[in-house]
T-cell receptor, first 113, second 117 residues
Framework: SQQGEEDPQALSIQEGENATMNCSYK?????LQWYRQNSGRGLVHLIL?????REKHSGRLRVTLDTSKKSSSLLITASRAADTASYFC?????????????FGTGTRLAVRP | GAVVSQHPSRVICKSGTSVKIECRSL??????MFWYRQFPKKSLMLMAT?????????EQGVEKDKFLINHASLTLSTLTVTSAHPEDSSFYIC?????????????FGSGTRLTVV
């Protein structure tokens, strides 16, 4: 399986604190993406980092990528109750059948008001 | 932005019946659509890739005859679960890849919760 691993599996923090999630993957990639999923809903794209980039910011989100360690991290600063959701990393790699996404196991984040 | 509309959002069916799930790209043409399955509190597992005008590509272990995928037009892809059984109960999500725009993520449908009784 190409599926990556995320840790922690679950994270509970207080509103205002920072949340850090980590993702490891197994193959060479074109890019790595982070998605958010509210319970019972589809996924929303948060941020994409290319294989030749090391860090990227978007609002309260900061993503790092270490291709030598095949790992990435997502930092959410100044968390809010509305950030409560599951977060997935996904890697894109070229296959003969096209650029497919492979998802990590996910981190369930709970932000307490 | 790109929007993928997925219907129905929830469906309950009896064992042995078939269920069709539709995904439509509303403001763009999707030549490719990915179909995922998700179990409770688990990750997304890619089932198959549909391509407009050609046969779908299935992932290893996915039964082609059970999960029929059709990509009839540039805006519509369908997944039909045939002869459904309780073990087919799951959350099914479709996704369209980015349209060649740099740093653009994939667009997902809102998902379909299938319950087979």
């Amino acid at each position: 399986s190409q599926q990556g691993e995320e840790d922690p599996q679950a994270l509970s923090i207080q509103e205002g604190e920072n949340a850090t999630m980590n993702c490891s993957y197994k193959t060479s990639i074109n890019n790595l993406q982070w998605y958010r999923q509210n319970s019972g809903r589809g996924l929303v794209h948060l941020i994409l980092i290319r294989s030749n980039e090391r860090e990227k910011h978007s609002g309260r989100l900061r993503v790092t990528l270490d291709t030598s360690k095949k790992s990435s991290s997502l930092l959410i600063t100044a968390s809010r109750a509305a950030d409560t959701a599951s977060y997935f990393c996904a890697t894109a790699y070229m296959k003969s059948s096209g650029d497919k996404l492979t998802f990590g196991t996910g981190t369930r984040l709970a932000v307490r008001p | 932005g790109a929007v993928v509309s997925q219907h129905p959002s929830r469906v309950i069916c009896k064992s042995g019946t078939s269920v069709k799930i539709e995904c439509r790209s509303l403001d763009f043409q999707a030549t490719t659509m990915f179909w995922y399955r998700q179990f409770p509190k688990k990750s997304l597992m890619l089932m198959a890739t549909s391509n407009e005008g050609s046969k779908a590509t299935y992932e290893q272990g996915v039964e082609k005859d059970k999960f029929l995928i059709n990509h009839a037009s540039l805006t519509l892809s369908t997944l039909t679960v045939t002869s459904a059984h309780p073990e087919d109960s799951s959350f099914y999500i479709c996704s369209a890849p980015p349209r060649g725009i740099p740093n653009y993520g994939y667009t997902f449908g809102s998902g379909t919760r299938l319950t087979v009784v």
